[in-house]
């Protein structure tokens, strides 16, 4: 039986998918795991939850997508960099304002612009993280905006892929034909519809709020990783108050060995 979960054959259609705490902070309901109730099912976002992408990855991304802009519209740089910055405010992704306004072949640019040489040397993750994650009892995801083939190397090279029973990546995130990732809430209920997820027993994992608001109105239980967001400070959650925790925001966490201690209540 084909494993890769990005074929046809796999999902019957456009899907990507792929097989306490010294020093960590938790607040929001908390209660002691019952061995009776089902594990949760987790759903944890990628990049700057799993790993400091704001370190080893985002700055080549910007720079590589404002290279692609600059071949394929034949823009100056920094006219491309700033259309990039944009697309990105305006629709979430700048890939969305690519396609929509000029046409680009999303599979095109997110092959294009992932590739990363040497990528693998640079991606770190705390040792105890890592141990924490394989013993956390439960099915666990990646739900991520990358490209299916930028999140299997990530997931590789932090020693993670027999960690995770999927990763559902943004070519898995088409609606009616549309390209909807994260915070998109009609994906979000297709997504768990199509691999038969619950969403009461669902919790999602995330750096990015908007990300949380619109699962946590899908009736997802919600867990802030705040643990690398000082590193991007022109993200989207800059500025955001990181001793606070928003009425959709279940736990907040800075180390994913911390949801051993987090149970959190359903809706």
């Given amino acids: 039986m084909c494993r ?7 999902t019957g259609g456009w899907i990507a998918f792929y097989q306490a705490a010294a020093n960590t902070h938790y607040t929001g309901p908390v209660k002691q795991h019952h061995s009776k109730q089902q594990p949760p099912i987790w759903l944890f976002d990628l990049d700057n939850t799993l790993h400091d992408a704001s370190s080893a990855v985002f700055s080549r991304l910007s720079g590589a997508m404002t ?20 697309y990105w405010r305006r629709y ?10 000029h046409g680009i072949r999303a599979a095109h640019f997110l092959a294009q612009t992932h590739q990363l040489p040497g990528l693998e040397a640079h991606l770190r993750m705390p040792a105890c993280d890592r141990a924490a994650l394989k013993r956390l009892p439960g099915r666990k995801f990646i739900l991520t905006n990358a490209p299916a083939d930028y999140a299997k190397r990530v997931v590789t090279a932090l020693d993670l892929a027999s960690c995770f029973e999927g990763i559902i990546s943004i070519e898995g995130m088409r609606v009616f034909g549309d390209l909807r990732p ?21 919790v999602l994992i995330e750096d990015t ?20 967001l000082k590193h991007n400070p022109h993200g989207p959650e800059a500025g955001a108050h990181l001793h606070s925790r928003p009425a ?3 736990a907040r966490i800075r180390r994913l060995r911390a949801l051993h201690a987090v149970f959190i209540p359903g809706p």
Wanted: hydrophobic share 40%.
């Fill in 67 to 86: 290279d692609y802009i600059v071949q394929h519209l034949g823009l100056p740089r920094q006219e491309a960099n700033d259309l990039r910055v944009h």
């Fill in 209 to 228: 709020l908007a990300n949380l608001k619109t699962a946590r109105a899908a009736h997802l239980r919600t867990v802030w990783m705040q643990s690398y």
């Fill in 248 to 250: 959709w925001v279940c």
């Fill in 182 to 202: 994260k915070p998109d809430a009609r994906m979000l209920r297709v997504v768990l519809a199509r691999h038969r997820l619950p969403a009461h027993r669902c």
């Fill in 4 to 10: 890769c979960f990005s074929c046809v054959q796999c």
């Fill in 92 to 101: 979430g992704a700048t890939l969305l304002g690519l396609e929509k306004h």
